[in-house]
């Protein structure tokens, strides 16, 4: 079954700032994570993560640095803030209530 990326267009935000609660991470990394945690039915798109994490460092909710690698590419790794924590904990309640109504609706 193929997940519609409309349905979770709107939580991309949401989905980072999960994914940065547990750790500090880079694009490859969480893109990775969201595929596996999904058994490989939603990748994210390159371009629609890297906007994310732009818009979301300009909201102040992650912060970013490059990683010492001594091998391979420097990585650019995102880290949450105590904004992006704020904000996180208000859109899964967001999204728990619609989940909720949408479960009734349909």
Same mark, same amino acid.
């Not at 709107?10 to 945690?37: F, M, P, V």
């Not at 391979?72 to 728990?96: F, H, L, P, Q």
């Given at each position: 079954?193929?997940? &519609?990326?409309?349905?979770?267009? @709107? %939580?991309?935000?949401?989905?980072?700032?999960? %994914?940065?609660?547990?750790?500090?991470? *880079? @694009?490859?990394?969480?893109?990775?994570?969201?595929?596996?945690?999904? @058994?490989?039915?939603?990748?994210?798109?390159?371009?629609?993560? *890297?906007?994310?994490?732009?818009?979301?460092?300009?909201? @102040?909710?992650?912060?970013?640095?490059?990683?010492?690698?001594?091998?391979? &590419?420097?990585?650019? *790794?995102?880290?949450?803030? &105590?904004?992006?924590?704020?904000? *996180?904990?208000?859109?899964?309640?967001?999204?728990?209530?619609?989940?909720?109504?949408?479960?009734?609706?349909?």
């Amino acid at each position: 079954m193929s997940i &519609a990326s409309d349905l979770i267009r @709107g %939580h991309t935000d949401t989905i980072i700032l999960a %994914h940065l609660i547990e750790k500090d991470s *880079y @694009g490859y990394e969480i893109n990775r994570t969201i595929q596996e945690k999904t @058994g490989n039915v939603f990748e994210m798109k390159e371009a629609t993560l *890297y906007t994310a994490f732009r818009r979301l460092e300009q909201a @102040g909710c992650i912060t970013s640095y490059w990683g010492d690698e001594n091998t391979g &590419a420097r990585r650019r *790794y995102y880290s949450i803030t &105590a904004e992006g924590r704020k904000t *996180y904990k208000n859109n899964k309640a967001e999204w728990e209530t619609t989940k909720e109504l949408i479960d009734r609706l349909i």
